[in-house]
């Protein structure tokens, strides 16, 4: 008799242990995927056999295959952990071999570059100094600039009044220290080549002599000379202009031209001769939405185009991989994209720990791209895609691998009674 077929059934009973035991330990390992173990049955021919009496000698384990599928997502408070939704991989560096992983548990190292657990660098594509990004190169270890954000100087002012039509008309010559010359004033800011924010003071006179007219002046830093007119500050050309309404309270003229924008001219070496930013600086301000109605005179919106420097303090990832860093001064910017990987035969890779994968000949050469793009993914922020294994089926499958284990033992006791007999005849 042959103890061979008990023997290879004991094998693979417990490769099958060794499996299920290795999905039940990873349960809680972000990233991980379950794996199957496959058999086969192994058949010996004889000559003197016919197809019709032939027993096989056992079985044997085929492969060890992963299952790639999803794993559930769970919300988390670090933005750095990116859940992949639906298929692809992340594509690693480790000191320059390429690994592949799922697990999306990132953090900054000190150099300022995004790595996982073990240390290997995540890849993507950096954008440039003006935010663009160019998926066509190759994938390079994504790194956060910690450099301040540039200053944009202000070049255009919009801004939405209303001024009120029941105001009384003044005659007085304008000073920007009496509040009496003039009717009404309005603040906002205007940021230099240098990046400094300065108070840019608009100030409305009511015309004693004309209908429907007003007289705009303006202010930079408060800068005034000894009559109160500003200094540094010219509105077209002239320290005034003229803005006129129709019978419906619409704006109908600025400086004589048809609602057209202010140029506002700003000569910082007039304000202070000390201050070296670019000078003079030509800024477009726009009243077009300027009403004139019988309501208290009010600013409904005030923007200007201009930023300061800023410091990054803090980050976002979109659904499609790009990051952008937060600022201080309010501004965003793109500072790169997450590349990912996906596979013709994903079941082809090869484990080497760390949740990570490596490519071999049966998996097929890596597609890299950008996520949600051809077949990849989308990217979930503050998530982390948990293992798949279940859990509850593991138990189940390990009940029955026990049991088969069991059957194999009782075989191989039966076999040895019975040589035990035929001995004692």
């Known amino acids: 008799m042959s103890f061979q077929q008990s023997l290879s059934g004991l094998n693979v009973a417990s490769t099958n242990l060794d499996v299920i035991g290795n999905n039940v330990a990873n349960a809680n390992t972000v990233g991980f995927k379950q794996s199957v173990a496959q058999f086969t049955d192994i058949f010996a021919n004889s000559m003197a056999a016919t197809a019709s009496t032939q027993v096989g000698i056992g079985a044997k384990v085929s492969s060890v295959a992963q299952q790639f599928g999803q794993g559930g997502i769970t919300q988390t408070n670090n933005p750095l952990d990116i859940a992949i939704v639906d298929q692809g991989f992340y594509r690693l560096s480790d000191n320059g071999t390429i690994n592949y992983s799922r697990n999306g548990q990132f953090h900054v190292d000190k150099s300022g570059y995004i790595v996982d657990t073990s240390g290997a660098n995540l890849t993507g594509f950096m954008a440039d100094s003006k935010g663009v990004i160019s998926a066509s190169g190759a994938p390079e270890n994504l790194k956060f600039a910690t450099s301040d954000i540039s200053p944009k100087t202000t070049t255009k002012v919009d801004l939405g009044i209303n001024l009120d039509a029941t105001a009384p008309g003044i005659s007085a010559p304008f000073n920007a220290a009496d509040p009496n010359t003039y009717s009404w004033s309005t603040s906002g800011s205007v940021i230099d080549s240098l990046g ?90 726009d009243m077009t939405t300027a009403t004139q109605y019988g309501s208290k005179s009010s600013v409904n919106s005030i923007t200007q185009d201009g930023y300061t420097s800023g410091r990054m303090t803090g980050f976002s990832i979109d659904a499609e991989g790009k990051i952008f860093g937060i600022y201080s001064n309010e501004q965003t910017k793109t500072l790169g994209q997450i590349a990912l990987a996906s596979f013709v035969n994903p079941q082809g890779l090869a484990p080497i720990g760390n949740g990570h994968w490596t490519e071999t000949l049966s998996s097929g050469v890596p597609l890299i791209g950008a996520p949600k793009t051809g077949n990849l993914g989308a990217l979930q922020s503050n998530a982390i895609e948990e293992s798949n294994v279940d859990l509850t089926a593991e138990l189940v499958k390990m009940i029955q691998a026990q049991r088969m284990y069991q059957a194999n033992s009782k075989e191989i006791e039966a076999q040895n009674e019975m040589i035990q007999t035929i001995a004692r005849i």
């Open 196 to 285: 400094a924010s300065h108070v840019l003071s608009l100030f409305f006179q009511k015309s004693a002599a004309a209908t429907n007219t007003w007289t705009v002046y303006g202010t930079v830093d408060g800068k005034i000379d000894a009559s109160g007119m500003p200094v540094g500050v010219t509105l077209s050309g002239s320290p005034s202009q003229p803005v006129v309404f129709d019978g419906n309270g619409t704006l109908q003229t600025v400086a004589s031209a048809a609602a057209a924008p202010l140029d506002l001219k700003i000569d910082f070496s007039a304000i202070d001769p000390t201050f070296g930013a670019t000078t003079p600086q030509n800024v477009s301000l």
